[in-house]
């Protein structure tokens, strides 16, 4: 339950358009359980704070860590999207 109240906090600044601070939240999530299920999906969307943020070439380093690091999750098939977009 923490890895999720950790990501909710996360998701909470990204809604607010505080990309610098979503994308710090998120790796909290990352660094607190790095195999469990909310991890690939918060660095899914640390990506999408940098592509917010107008910096595509950073976003595109976390979607192609997501795909690496989790190959058969859902976070990587929507990772795989975000790239072709």
């Known amino acids: 339950r923490y890895a999720e109240g950790l990501y909710r906090y996360a998701e909470a600044a990204f809604n607010n358009g505080d990309f610098k601070q979503a994308a710090s939240r998120y790796q909290k999530v990352i660094d607190y359980n790095k ?3 909310w991890a ?3 660095m899914l969307f640390q990506g999408d ?3 917010e943020s107008g910096r595509p070439k950073n ?3 976390f979607y192609e ?3 690496e690091d989790y ?3 859902k976070a ?3 990772a795989k999207a975000r790239l072709k977009e």
Do not use: M
């Open 49 to 51: 704070c940098f592509r």
């Open 76 to 78: 990587a098939k929507d």
């Open 65 to 67: 860590a997501v795909i």
């Open 71 to 73: 190959p058969n999750s």
């Open 59 to 61: 976003a595109k380093v």
């Open 40 to 42: 690939p999906w918060a």
């Open 35 to 37: 195999q469990g299920p």
